[in-house]
């Protein structure tokens, strides 16, 4: 019977001398990586705390009771 170190050392080699197992694994690799970055470029989720933001500013901006007080409202949030 064979030891485990001998079979290390009969693991064929292609032509260029890379292991069988190298290309295979490379396609595993790009194939993860395309994933990946497809993943990333997926739209980002809603964001609920903004759209509050946004109609909390709306409805302060609806009770304004003049154009003056209006432009002062929007000032006081750019300043923010």
């Known amino acids: 019977m064979a030891y485990f ?13 890379e292991s069988r197992f ?12 395309r994933l990946a970055a497809c993943w990333h470029d997926a739209p980002p989720a809603p964001r ?7 109609r909390a500013l709306e409805e ?4 304004a009771t003049d154009h003056a007080d209006l432009e002062r409202r929007q000032r006081a949030y750019d300043r923010r």
């Open 5 to 17: 170190d001998t079979y290390l050392q009969r693991i064929p080699l292609t032509a260029s001398g």
């Open 22 to 33: 190298t290309r295979p694994v490379a396609a595993i690799t790009a194939f993860v990586q």
């Open 48 to 54: 609920a705390r903004r759209e509050r933001e946004i």
């Open 60 to 63: 302060e901006f609806a009770r």
